[in-house]
């Protein structure tokens, strides 16, 4: 796009540090993910793998819809801004409000503790008999309304920013590789700690990371809200 073309490998990291930051956020998936590794009796540090498939599934089913029913307003240069500005700017909210709760001590923690005699206490989408992890995976993506906003602002106006599309189709898979593996990398590590009982990721590294992955969303929200304005070959 103009001066502002980015590389494939530029695609791919963006796409994954993005995603590694919204699947660190506590949330259902975080806590469904944490009950079935720690109540598999075997292979349960695996939960996190078939878990972020199912959520992978559902999530390829909405950026195709995205493209596939939107594409035709990707050339509109007043609705690109504004998606820019929408996106970028939940974007910093988002990761002003993790480095703020950080720096309160506001980041729940339960979770780093967790042990199979805490497993009782489990959310209404467990008792509902979300047994199969990869169907779970993705009922309970689709149960939370924040995943739906992020990918009508955040996730949409990334895929423009980055001219991701059927067309560019190279951009569109490594686009979906790089976010699909944040999210599969972090649930690994949570799915384990959980399973082998594990308390490397104490509270201090937790927060640190979070720090660091607000930092980056502040960051990348305000470029992501202005680096729109500067292209001057978008089309009305």
């Not at 972020?52 to 995205?66: R, S």
């Not at 979770?111 to 008999?129: A, I, M, Y």
């Amino acid at each position: 796009m103009g001066n502002f073309d980015f590389s494939l490998v530029s695609i791919f990291a963006f796409s994954f540090l993005v995603a590694l930051t919204g699947a660190m956020a506590p949330g259902p998936l975080l806590t469904y993910t944490i009950i079935k590794s720690v109540k598999t009796r075997q292979r349960g540090y695996l939960m996190g793998v078939w878990i972020i498939f199912g959520h992978a599934v559902i999530e390829m089913g909405i950026i195709l819809l995205l493209l596939s029913g939107l594409s035709f307003i990707f050339h509109n240069v007043i609705f690109m801004r504004a998606v820019g500005v929408v996106g970028g700017f939940i974007l910093l909210c988002f990761g002003a409000s993790i480095v703020l709760n950080v720096y309160q001590d506001k980041i729940p923690t339960g979770f780093l503790s967790v042990s199979t005699n805490k497993t009782d206490e489990q959310p209404r989408s467990v008792n509902q008999g979300l047994d199969n992890p990869v169907l779970g995976g993705a009922l309970v993506s689709m149960s939370n309304p924040y995943w739906w906003i992020w990918w009508a602002t955040i996730g949409f106006a990334f895929m423009i920013q980055f001219d991701i599309s059927f067309h560019n189709w190279p951009k569109l898979i490594v686009f979906f590789i790089g976010h699909e593996a944040g999210d599969l990398i972090w649930y690994l590590l949570i799915s384990s700690f959980a399973f082998f009982g594990v308390r490397f990721l104490n509270k201090k590294i937790y927060y640190a990371i979070l720090f660091t992955c607000g930092i980056f969303m502040i960051v990348f929200g305000i470029y992501l809200g202005a680096s729109l304005f500067f292209k001057p070959d978008i089309a009305v």
